[in-house]
């Protein structure tokens, strides 16, 4: 079934465990996390990256999303993955998604805030809630890390903007690693406590070690990120595949094997995050 990124994250929170967010770039990509989901009896958001939003794939692969969540017999959410401006949110919207992130995290402190605001007060008007981002998540790429997310900070930037949740900079990157993160557990504790309990996203979950990742999730990580990791399961399977001398030709045969493989990653991560059997 098809929930909005509020009704998701409350189960989170509700069962103190987190939900899984995998950003899916194709149909494939879609049935493979969603076979995990059914699988798995848990809850799971589908996200797109705002690139796609602005180019056709957007339109084509909206559908897919709604109509898979629509089908599930688990609680599916459709998030816009770091939207930059008003465009790609009310595109995304038009398109069906039940969350939206704007990510203002570049932007001066105080545009940061009013920008991320004003889209949480066009998105209530349609029962979608909004992700913000505090502290720049960079890519494995950058050299330096940006600087941490504080506390206090943290606490303006939700009381002001009203995001029903928060992705911080903890120790994450986007891509793989060079070496593998530590996280600032007592970090995460510290701007849970100061903005009330509000949801904590985790981005940057390809190759965080899993202890790491468990402890997130204890000290109050409700919603976390995979996209590289998912990406490769999905393009080192296709690739093995196509050298294969017997290998199926009608695409739709070929990808099965590439799907089961998005399937399996996806359930590895469901499990490690504690979703797994929470789908009410
Ligand atoms: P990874 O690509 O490192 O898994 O990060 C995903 C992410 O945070 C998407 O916003």
Redesign the pocket.
Same mark, same amino acid.
């Given at each position: 079934m098809l929930v909005n990124l509020k009704e998701i994250l409350d189960m989170a929170e509700k069962g103190g465990y987190c939900i899984p967010?995998f950003?899916v770039y194709n149909m494939e990509n879609v049935i493979g996390a969603l076979h995990a989901a059914e699988e798995m009896r848990a809850p799971v958001i589908l996200?797109v +990256?705002p690139r796609l939003m602005k180019e056709e794939t957007g339109y084509f692969l909206s559908p897919v999303i709604l109509a898979a969540a629509k089908r599930a017999t688990v609680p599916v959410c459709f998030n816009l993955?770091?939207g930059p401006s008003e465009l790609e949110a009310t595109r995304s919207i038009r398109y069906g998604a039940t969350g939206v992130?704007l990510d203002g995290s570049t932007l001066p402190f105080e545009e940061n805030i009013a920008l991320t605001k004003k889209i949480v007060d066009f998105c209530k008007h349609v029962d979608v809630q909004v992700e913000g981002e505090l502290g720049h /998540?960079g !890519? !494995?790429a950058d050299d330096s890390m940006d600087e941490f997310t504080t506390a206090s900070d943290a606490k303006r930037f939700v009381e002001e903007t009203g995001v029903v949740c928060l992705?911080v900079a903890v120790g994450?990157?986007?891509?793989? +690693?060079k070496k593998p993160p530590k996280l600032d557990i007592e970090r995460i504790k510290e701007i849970r406590e100061a903005t009330n309990n509000t949801a904590l996203v =985790?981005?940057? @979950?390809? @190759? /965080?070690p899993d202890e790491e990742i468990k402890k997130a999730v204890k000290a109050g990580i409700r919603k976390?990120?995979?996209? !590289?990791? =998912?990406?490769y399961a999905f393009i080192d399977c296709l690739a093995e595949d196509a050298v294969k001398p017997d290998r199926a030709v009608a695409v739709d045969t070929f990808m099965k094997r590439p799907i089961e493989a998005v399937k399996e990653f996806c359930i590895s991560r469901i499990k490690l995050v504690g979703a797994d059997g929470k789908a009410e």
């Open positions: 967010a950003n996200q +990256y993955d770091h992130m /998540v !890519t !494995t992705a994450t990157a986007h891509g793989r +690693y =985790l981005h940057g @979950g390809s @190759g /965080v976390m990120n995979f996209a !590289t990791d =998912l990406c």
